[in-house]
């Protein structure tokens, strides 16, 4: 069982570059979430897909676009990095609302 | 609003010593409780969970955590640590939303 995927794991980029994060599970799952993790905050969730054709807007949504792109997929776009964006970033999905969440390893990005 | 507060941000045992966690949470009507655990570059595994009924949750790995609505606690325990419990530990609670909350999270140290 491959649960959730995340693509890449480490990424490094310069300062208005752009750049997708992929996710992807194998569970059938109806929502999903990105957060991002950073020193001494807690997860923050960015953006979430409640199920297939909806996405919102999360606490800390500025500066990110997401596509739920099907069932299985959910991206997030960030199309002008800034280093304030630099963080460990994961996806998760849950089969509902209120329901334990299943983490990818996590997406780590530096922007320079 | 909702919130969650972990108060202790590192904790520091002997292997084999009793261990508990703290959590607090804010919400008006009975929450989702959770407890994840993450260990060094990875995601976040699942604990335990408190949905309703029996307040004394058990979880993997030999964590208890017991709900007391009465203080607004979620107290994760467990009875003697083993080194490879070494982790950092996240309390969540999910409010009836999408929008999981996440406390900022308690470091175990484990010490031989």
């Known amino acids: 069982n491959a649960g959730v995927t995340q693509t890449p794991k480490f990424q490094v980029l310069k300062t208005g570059q752009s750049m997708t994060l992929q996710c992807a599970q194998d569970?059938?799952?109806?929502?999903m979430y990105w957060y991002r993790q950073d020193p001494g905050m807690g997860l923050r969730l960015i953006y979430y897909?409640?199920?297939?054709?909806?996405?919102d807007k999360g606490e800390v949504p500025n500066g990110y676009n997401v596509s739920r792109l099907n069932k299985r997929e959910f991206s997030l776009r960030l199309e002008s990095a800034a280093p304030s964006q630099t963080s460990v970033y994961f996806c998760?999905?849950?089969?509902?609302?209120?329901?334990?969440?299943?983490f990818g390893q996590g997406t780590r990005l530096t922007v320079v | 609003a909702q919130s969650v507060t972990q108060p202790d941000i590192h904790i520091t045992v002997s292997e084999g010593a009793s261990l508990e966690l703290r959590c607090n949470y804010s919400?008006?009507?009975?929450?989702?409780l959770f407890w994840y655990v993450q260990s060094p570059g990875q995601g976040l595994q699942l604990l335990l969970k408190?949905?309703?009924?029996?307040?004394l949750v058990q979880g993997i790995k030999g964590f208890e955590a017991e709900f007391k609505r009465s203080q607004s606690s979620f107290n994760l325990r467990k009875p003697s640590v083993h080194w490879s419990d070494a982790a950092e530990y996240f309390c969540?609670?999910?409010?009836?939303?999408?929008?999981?909350?996440f406390g900022t999270g308690t470091r175990l140290k484990v010490l031989a």
């Open positions: 969540a609670v999910g409010a009836g939303t999408y929008k999981y909350i």
């Open positions: 569970m059938n799952h109806n929502s």
């Open positions: 897909s409640a199920s297939e054709g909806t996405t």
């Open positions: 408190y949905f309703s009924g029996d307040t």
């Open positions: 919400y008006g009507a009975t929450p989702y």
């Open positions: 998760a999905s849950t089969r509902d609302r209120d329901t334990e969440a299943f």
